[in-house]
């Protein structure tokens, strides 16, 4: 009898170490895996916002061959960081006399050098992209000038009367929206903007074309799922969360349905305003209607080493990686960041089994 309390207990004293060992581990699973759904792999676009709208032009750039278009707000050209964090803040968001802009002719050669390399795709495929940009009058975080030079890199590539760009709007810094967040003028967290204009209705028609009207309200599923395999089982060393986010509409589960990408901006992922981003946005209510999957990957804060994570990551305030905390090739095909979303693109893509 004796001898049977002592297994019992025994067993139960293991459970509870693994039990502790498993809430204690870094890459402990918190999510279900992204589903395989079957998704239409050349029906991508991207969207972002601030340091989003720079990584949704990174991610465009380096994979044109199959994204074929791009939505901007507040974010500039391709590579104008250059590779650092300084020129970001200063020459990138609010450019002045001593902190210019990099010259477009420049980027263009940086780019067409980087496409020859092979590190990038073709930039023959950005003469035929759909691109859609956005600056607020009251923007003050990334000024309007940023934005034009984004207009013009594109354009350097051929692209004319495929951009739409809008100028005209009283905003502030934010995820511009037709009803959800704060003031039109505003730039405060969670930079979710009411200023009566339906940003991401009004981009994803530009990228897509003529689309059915939206859903009165969102009715499909909005799943959270474990970043961690797409960032080599450690999405905390790259400087991702745990946990994305998936909008999947209920005519999405039987395949082939588009998907659009949208990267939040600074201080705006899960981990700094919860769900609003994913909520409130826009973009879910035109994915019902419109058979299309919202992928809502997730960046996060890092404040240099980590605890069980071997890199040195200094991102503050959870932006997406576009001066180089991940490394020189954050901008390319090879970028940690890059990598991690397109793996979770042919995710999407692939059949279920």
């Not at 981990?271 to 058979?291: H, M, Q, S």
């Not at 020189?328 to 970028?335: I, N, W």
Request: with cysteine.
């Amino acid at each position: 009898m004796l001898r049977r309390v002592m297994n019992g207990s025994d067993r139960a004293a293991r459970l509870v170490l693994a039990a502790l060992l498993i809430l204690a581990s870094p890459h402990a699973p918190a999510t279900e895996p992204l589903p395989a759904l079957r998704s239409d792999a050349q029906g991508v676009t991207v969207s972002g916002v601030s340091s989003g709208g720079y990584m949704a032009v990174q991610f465009h750039v380096a994979h044109s061959g199959t994204v074929r278009g791009a939505g901007v707000i507040a974010g500039g050209p391709y590579y104008c960081a250059q590779g650092s964090a300084w020129a970001a803040y200063y020459n990138c968001m609010a450019p002045g006399a001593w902190t210019p802009l990099p010259g477009v002719a420049l980027l263009k050669t940086q780019t067409e050098s980087l496409a020859k390399a092979e590190r990038i795709d073709p930039v023959a495929n950005l003469a035929s992209a759909q691109v859609w940009l956005f600056t607020g009058k009251n923007d003050r975080t990334v000024r309007p000038e940023v934005v034009e030079a984004l207009r013009e890199f594109y354009a350097s590539f051929g692209l004319t009367k495929s951009v739409a760009f809008v100028k005209d709007r009283p905003a502030g810094h934010g995820m511009i929206t037709e009803s959800a967040g704060g003031a039109c003028d505003a730039t405060a967290p969670p930079f979710i903007n009411d200023c009566d204009f339906d940003a991401a209705g009004e981009l994803l028609q530009h990228l897509y074309g003529s689309l059915h009207s939206p859903a009165a309200r969102p009715n499909g599923n909005l799943l959270k799922f474990d970043q961690n395999p797409f960032a080599s089982n450690d999405a905390h060393s790259i400087s991702l969360a745990d946990d994305g986010y998936a909008y999947v509409p209920e005519t999405c589960v039987s395949g082939g349905c588009r998907v659009h990408v949208a990267f939040h901006g600074c201080r705006q992922g899960a981990d700094a305003i919860g769900e609003r981003f994913v909520r409130e946005a826009g973009y879910n209510r035109w994915a019902d209607t419109n058979r299309m999957i919202v992928l809502y990957p997730q960046a996060v804060a890092r404040y240099g080493w980590s605890y069980g994570h071997w890199s040195f990551v200094m991102n503050p305030r959870g932006c997406w990686d576009w001066w180089g905390y991940t490394g020189q090739d954050y901008h390319t095909k090879s970028g940690a960041q890059v990598r991690a979303v397109k793996a979770m693109l042919d995710r999407l893509a692939q059949r279920p089994r």
